[in-house]
């Protein structure tokens, strides 16, 4: 059961590197099983920062009983990260959410999320979970927004969007942009008391 398990748990994605902003080490996917995972494509030219925030404060609030934000810039929606990744930290830090903001959780290098190109991270969390739990309906507000190729209808529609990942590697659920980020913490609670 366990092997049947691995292609629908994070431990299928064993290998596959991401590189956190500032940090020399890549990071293994699979090595991250067994924490409850938060993970969402961000941008910080965007309008918003109250996942910024809110992402800290979860952080801050479960990070010491095995919680972590996964952050991934990403510049298909709107071009809203259309900074180097040597930008993206100083960006947060004075200009989104700015007054010397800087995350305490993990922020990757740049990825793409939908079309051709998506990173396999974002491959499988949008086969696990096609549609966001809160907005089954919803794709783009805006065609003229759409810039990669293939389109599906799992796709991301816009930045901040949200997976919770159990300890197990599983996909639980998947949030849209619309959904208070700091409001997943039942959901979180309940994850974190699972067995991994």
Same mark, same amino acid.
């Given at each position: 059961?366990?092997?049947?398990?691995?292609?629908?748990?994070?431990? $299928?994605?064993? $290998?596959?590197?991401?590189?956190?902003?500032?940090?020399?080490?890549?990071?293994?996917?699979?090595?991250?099983?067994?924490?409850?995972?938060?993970?969402?494509?961000?941008?910080?030219?965007?309008?918003? +920062?109250?996942?910024?925030?809110?992402?800290?404060?979860?952080?801050?609030?479960?990070?010491?009983? $095995?919680?972590?934000?996964?952050?991934?810039?990403?510049?298909?929606?709107? @071009?809203? %990260?259309? +900074? +180097?990744?040597?930008?993206?930290?100083?960006?947060?830090?004075?200009?989104?959410?700015?007054?010397?903001?800087? *995350?305490?959780?993990?922020?990757?290098?740049?990825?793409?999320?939908?079309?051709?190109?998506? @990173?396999?991270?974002?491959?499988?969390?949008?086969?696990?979970? /096609?549609?966001?739990?809160?907005? *089954?309906?919803?794709?783009? +507000?805006? *065609? #003229?927004?759409?810039?990669?190729?293939?389109?599906?209808?799992?796709?991301?529609?816009?930045?901040?969007?949200?997976?919770?990942? $159990?300890?197990?590697?599983? *996909?639980?659920?998947?949030?849209?942009?619309?959904? %208070?980020?700091?409001?997943?913490?039942?959901?979180?609670?309940?994850?974190?008391? #699972?067995? /991994?």
């Amino acid at each position: 059961a366990a092997l049947a398990m691995a292609g629908k748990s994070l431990a $299928g994605l064993a $290998g596959q590197m991401v590189r956190p902003l500032g940090a020399a080490e890549p990071v293994d996917l699979g090595s991250l099983v067994g924490r409850v995972l938060l993970v969402s494509n961000v941008a910080s030219l965007g309008t918003t +920062t109250r996942d910024y925030t809110q992402f800290h404060e979860l952080q801050r609030r479960f990070g010491p009983e $095995g919680f972590a934000v996964l952050a991934f810039p990403c510049n298909q929606f709107g @071009h809203q %990260e259309n +900074t +180097t990744n040597e930008e993206i930290l100083n960006s947060l830090k004075y200009v989104r959410p700015g007054k010397g903001y800087e *995350p305490n959780f993990s922020v990757f290098e740049k990825c793409e999320v939908n079309g051709a190109n998506a @990173h396999p991270l974002f491959k499988f969390l949008k086969e696990a979970l /096609p549609y966001p739990h809160d907005d *089954p309906v919803s794709l783009m +507000t805006n *065609p #003229q927004f759409i810039i990669w190729s293939p389109v599906c209808r799992s796709d991301i529609a816009w930045n901040f969007e949200k997976f919770l990942i $159990g300890r197990d590697g599983v *996909p639980f659920k998947r949030y849209s942009r619309r959904f %208070e980020t700091i409001k997943m913490q039942d959901d979180i609670e309940m994850l974190l008391k #699972q067995a /991994p």
